[in-house]
């Protein structure tokens, strides 16, 4: 986000744009992280899907209108947005400007068309590909989580396969076998970002002198 300026001696947060089939876990993996690193938070996108039970307006998703989604892209509010199983995502510029600005880390959940849209547009994103340990587990995991009719499940499948041959744009790629043990890769990939060098000396060159 280099439009955004953070304060001297401050750097920017990162934001991390997080994709992977449906039912790999990236919900489950960014909410542990959230709840356990208060550095980071993860952007609230805005859809066009119905509220499956148990999910909470501005909190999960904003949930809106196909007309209001569709007044949000006329008046360019999306950094970028998608058509998913015929419903439409985006992520909102401010749900990742705000944070960034302020040196808060931010998770983005996307999937694969979204995330082209990111590389293009976030210079500095780090982008992580979770995978499932194999299609037979991906099946059984969308069944588990009871939130899909059979329809549902079966585009899902047949759309993971697509999805899978976008790997190639992505830096990091998890394959979440054991969540906890996923969380934590995630953890190591986001503490070495924030040692990047080109993002560490900026902040220190008033103290050493590197030459
Ligand atoms: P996504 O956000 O990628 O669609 P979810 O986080 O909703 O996926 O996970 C799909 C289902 O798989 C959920 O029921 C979740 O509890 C379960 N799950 C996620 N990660 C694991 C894991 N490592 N092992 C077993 N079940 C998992
Ligand atoms: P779900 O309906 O399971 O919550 O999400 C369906 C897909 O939409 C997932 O792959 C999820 O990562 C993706 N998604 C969620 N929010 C956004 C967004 O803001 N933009 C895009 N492009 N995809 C999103």
Excluded at 8 to 23: D, R
Aim: charged content about 30%; overall charge negative.
């Amino acid at each position: 986000m280099s439009e955004v300026s953070p304060g001297p001696g401050v750097a920017e947060g990162i934001p991390f744009v997080i994709s992977g089939p449906s039912g790999t876990g990236k919900t489950s993996i960014l909410r542990r992280i959230v709840e356990r690193d208060p550095q980071v938070n993860v952007s609230v996108s805005h859809t066009t899907r119905p509220p499956r039970p148990g999910e909470r307006d501005r909190s999960d998703y904003c949930f809106v209108s196909e007309a209001e989604f569709r007044e949000l892209i006329e008046k360019r509010r999306f950094l970028e947005w998608a058509e998913y199983q015929g419903h439409l995502y985006g992520t909102s510029r401010e749900a990742v400007a705000e944070p960034v600005r302020m040196g808060i880390d931010v998770l983005l959940e996307v999937e694969v068309q979204g995330a082209r849209q990111l590389r293009e547009r976030l210079p500095d994103g780090v982008f992580v590909f979770v995978l499932p340990p194999s299609m037979e587990v991906l099946e059984r995991r969308l069944r588990g989580r009871g939130s899909d009719e059979d329809g549902a499940i079966r585009s899902r499948l047949s759309r993971a396969h697509g999805e899978l041959r976008e790997v190639h744009i992505y830096n990091y790629v998890l394959i979440n076998d054991d969540l906890e043990r996923t969380v934590v890769l995630l953890e190591h990939i986001i503490s070495a970002c924030r040692c990047d060098r080109d993002r560490v000396l900026p902040l220190c060159r008033d103290r050493f002198d590197f030459g």
